[in-house]
Structure formats: C-alpha cells, structure tokens
C-alpha cells in the first residue's frame, strides 16, 4: 500500500480515485487543492510558474511525461517517458523536491529511486492511469493463490509493466519476478522464461497489468503463439480459466489495457494507408495486436521520437500514441508530414489532469514553505519494488 501526504496533514490512507467509479473528493485532493487552485483564466499564470520555479532554484527538479501539456511542458527540466524520468530524479540527490509532472505510478517509481530527503510531489492526485488501476494489489493477490490452487505457481515468473502501482511491482519482487518498460519487454520476459527452463521450455510468465504488450511481446517477439496466450480476468473465479488451460498457457496476460492506446484499430492503420500513399505507420507496443501487425514500425515512445528525428524530410508518418506528444512532434518536424493515426481526438485524460492551474500550485506551495500531494512509499512495498526494478537494471543490454 501506497501513503499519499497532503500539505502538513499527517501521513494518511488516501487511495487515488479508481477512473469510472463514484466521485470521491476526500482523494481528489489535487481538485480541491484547499481552495487555492489559481483560476484557469488566470493571465499571470505563466508568470507565477517562472517565478516560483526561480525563487526555488535548484531545489526543485521539474519532471515532465511526453504526454504532457505543452503548458505544463514549458517548465519541465527534462521531458522523457517514465523510466528514464524516474531516473532523472535519482540522478538529481541535491534537488529537495521533485515535481512530476506525470502520474501517480511514475510519481511512487521516482519515490522509490530517490534519497529519503528528497520529496516528490504529483500536482494532482487524480492524475492516475486507467492501466495501472486494472490491477489492484488485492486482485493480483487472489489470483496468485488461483495459480498455486491450480498447482502452477511454481513455474510462473511474474513480469510488471512500469506502468503498475509500487505495490504490483512489490508483489513482482517479492515472488522474484522482474518490472520491464516498454523498450526492454523482449529482454525481461526471456530473462523470465529462463528461470523456468526457457522460451522453448514449459515454464510460465504472468504478464501484469497491459495485456496487449505482454502479447505482442511474446508473440511477434519471442515466437510463441497466440494460443500459447491466456487472459486472466479478476472478476472472475480462477480468472475465468481452467486447471487445464492454466497447466497449457505459456504466457498469463492480466487483462489489463491502456484507455488511449488500446482505441487504435487495424482499420485506422487502413484508412490512412488509404488516404495518405507512402504513409509509414508507427505505433506503440500498448497497442492491440492487429493495430502492431499492421504497423511498419514498433516501439516505445522514445523509439517513436528517435525515428522521427531520423527519417527523411518528405517522408510521411502516422503515429499511434498520445495526441500531445504528436502534435509535439507534428510542431518539430514541419519539413515531414505527420499524421495521427486515429481520426478521433485522443488524448490521456489523466495525464491531462496536470495543467498550469495545478503547477502553479504545487510551486507557490513549496515556495511558501508548504510540500503538497507529496507521494511516499511505504517502506516494505519500495524495499520489494526495488528489488524488482533493480532486477530489471541487471538484465542484460538495459
Ligand atoms: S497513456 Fe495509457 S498507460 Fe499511459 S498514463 Fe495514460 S492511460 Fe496510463
């Protein structure tokens, strides 16, 4: 369990809002903001945000997701995805306060990665993940006892996505599992089906908590089959799966997924095919596996980036991931055409929590000698959880 502080509260159990379940206001803190919230039509704004990082200096390191604001961007230190944010974080031991401009799970990683003097503060506390909120630490207990009722769990190595709150990535450490990003899933889940005899062998992965990077790791990386692949539901007893399809499955996928990338479809990769001759698809691994099949080119979001600095100038894209970052790109590279894939507007909502309002806040907050939304890990869960990231920093080529 997670401990998330409030101004000087004192530390308190405060569960982040679930996305689609009733309102909750006692742990929408970051709406609330004890009635301080500046207003958005607030002209200073930029204004209040340069001067309060500058009255802070170097105190305060300013993270910023590539899913972000281009409001919210303008202040970030560093912009990068949530690995290497929280990396950025631990590599910054004289910053005092670390605000992340991203979402709770990023914010628990740059906890656990960073000095016990250092603070890390998510302006808005409902900014969470629809993803990470699929696997509730309860859930993927239960099912856990569902695999060595079925007499499985012996042969099974957990594998946790980054994007997966601090007690999912304790619970993988706990039972000598390992967490993976988005670039280096190929690398984790070999390195998992080897402390059980191999890809080839008939040691099992469970996969928490996105479903489609799990498969589309497995299958189009490592060579297994989509029949090799089960899903376990948690609203279901035993995860709706057999003892028999259990004991067959090579990879369990926790059905999981991402609210943006999951929208995608093989029709849209066809539609711009159609609509724009010589387009290159791109897309993010959190996508369906029809959407990957389709796609010329795969990878994480830094992938996406990279590719895009490379490519030719007259050469035409179509991006499968978060709107903010393609625009982003679009805005960057105006000597190239770029397209987002889906014709629907698409951003991630949660991610779109953080604003300037929130920003603003969180800086004049700490100005004024107040840490707000701090978020902390509880001592057992980050021991466990670092167990498993550190896991992950130890395979090889990460
Ligand atoms: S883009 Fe998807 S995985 Fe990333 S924070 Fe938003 S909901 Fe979660």
């Not at 919230?37 to 170097?58: C, F, I, M, T, Y």
């Amino acid at each position: 369990m997670s401990t998330l502080l409030h101004d000087f509260a004192e530390p308190q159990q405060s569960p982040l809002l679930l996305l689609g379940q009733n309102r909750d206001l006692d742990s929408e803190r970051g709406v609330e903001c004890t009635g301080e919230l500046p207003a958005p039509s607030d002209p200073n704004l930029v204004e209040r945000a340069r001067a309060a990082k500058e009255a802070l200096g170097d105190r305060v390191f300013v993270l910023g997701h590539h899913y972000q604001r281009d409001e919210v961007v303008q202040f970030a230190d560093v912009l990068g995805d949530s690995f290497k944010l929280a990396r950025e974080a631990a590599a910054r031991p004289d910053a005092e306060y670390v605000i992340f401009c991203g979402v709770h799970f990023m914010a628990e990683s740059a906890d656990i990665l960073t000095s016990d003097s250092q603070q890390v503060v998510l302006p808005d506390l409902a900014a969470g993940c629809s993803m990470a909120d699929m696997a509730a630490i309860d859930q993927v207990e239960d099912a856990w006892e569902s695999l060595e009722d079925a007499g499985v769990a012996d042969s099974v190595v957990p594998v946790t996505y980054m994007n997966s709150s601090a007690a999912i990535k304790a619970f993988t450490g706990r039972h000598g599992g390992t967490v993976c990003t988005s670039s280096n899933a190929e690398v984790a889940l070999r390195w998992a089906f080897d402390q059980v005899g191999g890809v080839h062998g008939t040691g099992k992965v469970l996969f928490l908590p996105d479903q489609h990077l799990g498969r589309n790791t497995a299958v189009e990386k490592l060579g297994l089959g989509l029949d090799d692949c089960v899903i376990f539901d948690p609203r279901k007893p035993q995860g709706g799966l057999t003892d028999a399809e259990l004991a067959d499955a090579r990879v369990i996928l926790w059905r999981g997924h991402c609210s943006v990338h999951g929208r995608f479809s093989a029709k849209n990769v066809a539609d711009i095919r159609a609509a724009v001759p010589g387009v290159q698809v791109i897309a993010h691994p959190e996508c369906r596996n029809e959407v990957i099949r389709a796609a010329d080119h795969v990878g994480s979001t830094e992938h996406i980036i990279q590719t895009l600095d490379a490519a030719e100038p007259g050469s035409a894209w179509a991006i499968g991931t978060e709107l903010n970052l393609v625009r982003r790109l679009a805005a960057a590279h105006p000597d190239k055409q770029v397209h987002y894939l889906d014709s629907t507007v698409c951003f991630c909502s949660t991610m779109n929590r953080i604003d300037l309002p929130h920003l603003v806040w969180a800086l004049e907050s700490l100005v004024a000698g107040r840490v707000v939304n701090r978020i902390v890990v509880d001592e057992d869960d980050a021991h466990w959880a670092r167990v498993a990231l550190d896991q992950m920093l130890a395979l090889p080529g990460i």
